[in-house]
Structure formats: C-alpha cells, structure tokens
C-alpha cells in the first residue's frame, strides 16, 4: 500500500486558516486520497476525499497536486473544535479496502 | 439514526479473562471493520467483514475472533486476555461503495492487569 508522509504537529491561531500537507509520492492512478480527523477521547471521523480535482465540503477543501503526489487538507476559519489529528489515508477503488492509519498531523489551536 | 455503537465502553480484565466487545449498525451496511488503537498511534485494522457470514484477517488479527451472524453485528472476541492487548478498540462500517467514507463508534477503552 502507498504510504503518506505528515508533519507531526501544526498550530494555528483561532478563526485563520489552515493548510495541512500531505505527501504521497508513490500514490497509484487508483487510490482515492481519504482525511479523516480525530478528537479527543473519540472515534475517527470522515472530512473529505478526492481522486484528482479538487474538492470542497462544509467541513474543508482538499487540494490535489497535479501530479497527485502531494495534496493539501484546508480548514478555512480554524475554531477550537478543529483541534484534532488529521489523517491522510490513500484508499484504493477495490471491494473491503481497509483504510490505513499513520501517525497523523496534531493540530492545536489557539485561541 | 444510532450510527455504530459499541458496547461497553469501559472495561477492565485480568490476564487469561476472555470477553466479547460488541459493535453493532443500523445502517445498512455491508463493511464492517475492527481496529485497536495504542495511547500515540494511529488505528491498526484487527478484522474486517464484507457481509454476513464473511470475515477476513486484517494486519494484528492475532489473539483475537470475529463473526457476521447479521448485517448489524459484528463482535470481537478476546479469548485468553493479554497485556499487550490494552487499547482503545473501534469498529466502523462503510456501505457498499469502495471508496465510501469509514463511519466508527466512540470506542471500547479495554484494559488488562
């Protein structure tokens, strides 16, 4: 499986925006690039995916490299609540594929 | 919608103990999935199911069963506790599309002493 390379830690000041990257230079044509976030004490939770274009949701916007070797998880007005680890996951297209937790990126934000 | 739900959510056990975590969804799906969490990691996949009656190892299945008797159930056995096995405990589900985002419970903190 490809692997994903994140900073262990980011801060961030309360209501400015964040870029969190995510490095995956060995991706596949086929894998899907999956964030999911954690908070404190609770399960994973899903944020977005994308194959190559960019994406927006209610919770985030994913930009993805050209090359789809790196791509860029955006937060765009950080609240205390955004405080989690955020991880970047590559999913391929294919029945049962299991996601594939590293260790993730701690974001902390100040108020 | 209850989502996945994972009983208890605290326990603790001594070693040789055997015990069941329960994880059950009412949402339809398919796929479901155990992963064990040490304090500082990231989730590490124990079992997963594709639906009733069909279960498959994943990357730390050992010391541990599974069974899909129903679509919503999906429970993990511990048989001969170990220390080593100390860890939070998720199961989740995703519907049948390959790339459909993982929906997890809040966790079973297991402890054995």
């Known amino acids: 499986d490809a692997k994903t390379t994140q900073p262990n830690s980011m801060e961030s000041n309360e209501e400015e925006p964040v870029h969190l990257p995510c490095n995956h230079s060995?991706?596949?044509?086929?894998?899907?690039i999956h964030w999911y976030r954690q908070l404190p004490s609770q399960g994973p939770e899903y944020v977005i995916h994308?194959?190559?274009s960019n994406v927006n949701n209610r919770m985030a916007s994913l930009a993805i490299a050209e090359d789809r070797k790196s791509s860029t998880l955006i937060l765009h007005r950080a609240t205390l609540r955004d405080a989690a680890v955020y991880y970047c996951?590559?999913?391929?297209?294919?029945?049962?594929?299991?996601?594939?937790f590293g260790g993730g990126t701690r974001l902390m934000v100040k108020p | 919608n209850a989502g996945v739900t994972q009983t208890p959510k605290f326990r603790i056990l001594k070693i040789g103990q055997s015990m069941t975590l329960q994880c059950t969804q009412d949402?339809?799906?398919?796929?479901m999935y155990w992963y064990r969490q040490d304090p500082g990691m990231g989730l590490k996949l124990i079992y997963y199911?594709?639906?009733?009656?069909?279960?498959d190892k994943g990357e730390v299945p050992n010391g541990y069963n599974v069974s899909r008797s129903t679509t919503e159930d999906f429970p993990l056995r511990l048989e001969l506790a170990a220390p080593s096995q100390t860890s939070v405990y998720f199961c989740?589900?995703?519907?049948?599309?390959?790339?459909?985002?993982?929906?997890f419970g809040d966790g079973t903190r297991l402890s054995i002493l």
């Open positions: 996951i590559l999913r391929a297209g294919r029945a049962g594929n299991m996601l594939t």
């Open positions: 060995t991706i596949s044509g086929t894998d899907y």
């Open positions: 994308g194959l190559t």
């Open positions: 949402m339809n799906h398919n796929y």
């Open positions: 199911s594709v639906g009733a009656g069909i279960t």
């Open positions: 989740a589900s995703n519907p049948d599309s390959d790339i459909s985002p993982q929906h």
